[in-house]
């Protein structure tokens, strides 16, 4: 299945996960994983409604290819993508009118005179609750949400206010500066430290328990053979450190689960990386060095529509949650 996509922000180079989810262009992340969720039940072969094999291979590659790949980008405080978004703004402004449209909502929306804001918000709520309903059209309700994106950003940056909210810095006791990243207003690290760097030994207590908590609720999910929702836990763990080894090797074996095995050998890897004797890691590398013995080219099976192993019961993965689909 081909995704190109050549309207909207899609045809200036610039990829735009927000049309791809259907959230606003300043859509929190609480925003952006209530409608990844919704997406992805529609679209994972376990909750897929379709009876074809055709459309749950089809609903797998939208979901495995776009829709998680912008997840990743918009679920976590994503400094660099918000600039660029900031800045393709300032292009359309300059571009003025060469910037055409086909979409309905966008046409309409570059006439709106008042409550842009409004206006843009509705429309694009009605387009995304139909987004991935006919898989045959999804890409091209992805292009009408993302001209309706690109009219939105052109008329902001025209008022002079900005779609995108800046990274805010605040004071923090004792004269030092605290970043919050984007308009999600969460806490980055303190200047001075990096988050590559930073370790369980350094955040407050609190912060390390949620991280436990995420971790607990995670291999509770994989015991039930939910890898969504256990990469959901697992990235939400991520965002308050990063350097945890068994977060990245659960991760990796979610991933690996749900056929993803490029983000699987990412998250396998840093976690190898920051302990290389890590049970799960050490697992996972295994399965995926076999796997690249199996195609000759560490490629995907030749069946890659079929997740592999996904049953957790035997092969290589076989007990290592323990439990059953219920």
């Given amino acids: 299945m081909s995704f190109q996509i050549e309207r909207g922000l899609f045809k200036f180079d610039f990829t735009d996960h927000h049309a791809i989810l259907g959230v606003p262009v300043d859509a929190d992340e609480k925003e952006v994983r209530k409608q990844y969720l919704k997406i992805a039940r529609r679209l994972h072969p376990d909750s897929c409604k379709s009876d074809s094999e055709a459309e749950k291979k089809k609903a797998n590659e939208l979901l495995t290819k776009l829709v998680n790949p912008a997840y990743e980008q918009l679920s976590r405080s994503n400094r660099e993508y918000a600039v660029s978004l900031g800045h393709m703004g300032k292009r359309l402004v300059a571009e003025g009118g060469k910037v055409s449209v086909s979409g309905v909502a966008a046409k309409q929306l570059a006439q709106s005179a008042a409550n842009l804001d409004h206006v843009y918000k509705a429309a694009l709520k009605t387009l995304a609750s139909k987004e991935y309903e006919s898989l045959d059209l999804a890409l091209d309700k992805i292009a009408e949400i993302s001209e309706l994106n690109m009219v939105y950003l052109m008329l902001k940056g025209r008022s002079g206010k900005p779609a995108v909210a800046k990274p805010a810095t605040t004071t923090a006791p004792g004269g030092g500066k605290t970043t919050t990243g984007t308009a999600t207003g969460k806490p980055a690290t303190a200047t001075g430290t990096s988050p590559s760097t930073a370790s369980a030994d350094t955040k407050p207590t609190g912060e390390v328990s949620r991280v436990d908590a995420y971790i607990r609720r995670a291999e509770g999910y994989l015991t039930k053979n939910n890898f969504a929702g256990a990469v959901l836990e697992l990235r939400e763990a991520l965002k308050l450190e990063q350097t945890n080894s068994k977060c990245h090797s659960l991760l990796g074996l979610a991933y690996l689960k749900q056929n993803q095995v490029s983000m699987a050998k990412v998250h396998i890897n840093k976690a190898l990386q920051l302990n290389p004797n890590d ?47 219920n």
């Fill in 279 to 325: 049970e799960n890691a050490l697992k996972g590398k295994q399965f995926i060095d076999k796997l690249g013995e199996k195609t000759g080219s560490g490629g995907k099976p030749k069946d890659a529509s079929k997740p592999q192993d996904q049953s957790g019961g035997g092969g290589l993965f076989g007990g290592l949650f323990g439990g059953k689909k």
